[in-house]
């Protein structure tokens, strides 16, 4: 029996909606095998700068070092949005989360269910058999260096910038994972024009040594953006650095059909915090219409990765596989053929989650 604190933390927007949903697995979970999970709460982002003025206030951080895992669910709001002069934003308790949690590696696994093939705007035959796994280095580059303007604010810099040590530990992290699956990895970075992406390169391939039984390939940006369209297949996993993972991976999740079908692992040597990689959206905030599975599917990779607990994490993956088979759809994933009474909102798309797993 697996005794574990788990923090619930939605964040803005649909966060509090989805987290919910969430929650309510890890619970049928615990009971269904006999776990206890306890639960806590906690502010960040835009509600957090409402309520206390610093979007991640040290309470809410001692709470995350105290847990075996954080429940995540999103930051943002529009009011910052089209607001560049804003000094304090949501935005700023994510990367001090993740700072002061040493999560350095952000783990995203793009599969795609069959149903879903139509979903995305891929052709399905382009598409089928797709299964990637993302490792995004989560702590250095152009987000942590230093940044500001000069010639009186008509010119801006930031500066990207890594050691040889932050990307080691990402590529050990992605070897370890290359070999429990097709042993192939691909490193990503633009070491004809960047100088960390040199270093980058240099240390994947000092790395790759100790992991003789995976094939390594090296390959620009650019190529990568354009060959995760045109074959998204070739891929296993993929590791690459903090702003071109931002970027791939959110590319990558129209292979999978929707942002709402992709979840998350921010790991590092302590908590992992565990979300869905899609934003807060507020224009559909408080509608019911958010689809909770990569909620869902955030907590089946909890109750892997934290937890060690594989037979439940897959009892989680199967109950979305058979809602999916059923037919059930949340409205970003539908397409034509799917019926209209088959539509359902965040709540209803929980319930028949829940359903399956009991």
């Given at each position: 029996m697996?005794?574990?604190?788990?923090?619930?933390?939605?964040g803005?927007?649909i966060?509090?909606?989805?987290?919910?949903?969430?929650?309510?697995v890890?619970d049928?979970?615990a009971?269904k095998?006999?776990?206890?999970?306890?639960?806590?709460?906690?502010?960040?982002?835009?509600?957090?700068?409402?309520?206390?003025?610093?979007?991640l206030?040290?309470?809410?951080l001692?709470?995350?070092?105290?847990?075996d895992?954080v429940?995540?669910?999103?930051?943002?709001?529009?009011?910052y949005?089209?607001d560049?002069t804003?000094?304090?934003r949501p935005?700023?308790?994510l990367?001090?989360?993740r700072?002061?949690?040493?999560?350095?590696?952000?783990?995203?696994p793009?599969?795609?269910?069959?149903?879903?093939l139509?979903?995305?705007?891929?052709?399905p035959?382009?598409?089928k058999?797709?299964?990637?796994?993302?490792?995004?280095?989560?702590?250095?580059?152009?987000?942590?260096?230093?940044?500001?303007?000069?010639?009186?604010?008509?010119?801006?810099?930031?500066?990207?910038?890594?050691?040889?040590?932050?990307i080691?530990?990402?590529?050990?992290k992605?070897?370890?994972?290359?070999?429990?699956?097709r042993?192939?990895l691909c490193?990503?970075?633009?070491a004809?024009?960047?100088e960390?992406?040199?270093?980058w390169?240099e240390v994947?391939?000092?790395?790759a040594?100790?992991?003789?039984?995976?094939?390594?390939?090296?390959?620009?940006?650019?190529?990568?953006?354009?060959?995760l369209?045109?074959?998204?297949?070739?891929?296993?996993?993929?590791?690459?650095?903090?702003?071109?993972?931002?970027i791939?991976?959110?590319?990558?999740?129209?292979?999978?059909?929707?942002?709402?079908?992709?979840?998350?692992a921010?790991?590092?040597?302590?908590?992992?915090?565990?979300e869905?990689?899609?934003?807060?959206?507020?224009?559909?905030?408080?509608?019911?219409?958010?689809?909770?599975?990569?909620?869902?599917?955030s907590?089946?990779?909890?109750?892997?990765?934290?937890?060690?607990?594989?037979?439940e994490?897959?009892?989680?993956?199967?109950a979305?596989?058979a809602?999916?088979k059923?037919?059930?759809?949340?409205?970003?994933i539908a397409?034509?053929?799917?019926?209209?009474?088959?539509?359902?909102?965040t709540e209803?798309?929980?319930?028949?989650?829940?359903?399956?797993?009991k």
């Amino acid at each position: 029996m697996a005794n574990k604190k788990i923090l619930v933390v939605p964040g803005d927007g649909i966060g509090k909606e989805v987290t919910a949903v969430g929650k309510l697995v890890l619970d049928a979970i615990a009971q269904k095998y006999h776990h206890q999970f306890s639960y806590d709460t906690a502010l960040i982002g835009h509600v957090a700068i409402e309520a206390t003025g610093t979007p991640l206030p040290d309470e809410s951080l001692t709470k995350m070092k105290q847990s075996d895992a954080v429940l995540f669910g999103a930051v943002g709001h529009p009011k910052y949005d089209n607001d560049p002069t804003a000094k304090v934003r949501p935005e700023q308790g994510l990367l001090k989360m993740r700072k002061e949690l040493g999560l350095y590696a952000n783990i995203r696994p793009i599969k795609l269910f069959d149903e879903l093939l139509d979903a995305s705007s891929i052709k399905p035959e382009i598409l089928k058999g797709a299964d990637i796994l993302f490792f995004r280095e989560l702590t250095g580059d152009i987000y942590f260096g230093e940044k500001g303007r000069k010639n009186n604010g008509n010119t801006a810099f930031d500066v990207a910038e890594y050691s040889r040590y932050e990307i080691e530990r990402i590529a050990r992290k992605a070897f370890e994972a290359a070999r429990t699956r097709r042993k192939k990895l691909c490193s990503v970075d633009k070491a004809n024009v960047i100088e960390t992406s040199r270093l980058w390169r240099e240390v994947v391939q000092q790395v790759a040594l100790d992991y003789p039984d995976v094939t390594v390939e090296h390959q620009f940006v650019d190529a990568t953006a354009m060959l995760l369209i045109k074959e998204p297949t070739r891929f296993d996993v993929v590791v690459t650095a903090n702003l071109f993972g931002d970027i791939l991976t959110d590319e990558a999740s129209q292979i999978a059909g929707s942002m709402g079908m992709l979840a998350s692992a921010s790991i590092g040597d302590g908590t992992g915090v565990y979300e869905p990689i899609h934003g807060s959206a507020h224009d559909i905030t408080g509608k019911g219409v958010a689809n909770p599975l990569a909620s869902i599917l955030s907590v089946a990779l909890m109750l892997d990765i934290s937890f060690g607990l594989t037979t439940e994490s897959n009892a989680v993956i199967a109950a979305v596989d058979a809602v999916l088979k059923a037919g059930y759809r949340t409205r970003d994933i539908a397409n034509s053929s799917t019926q209209a009474a088959n539509i359902v909102g965040t709540e209803q798309m929980g319930q028949l989650v829940l359903a399956y797993l009991k």
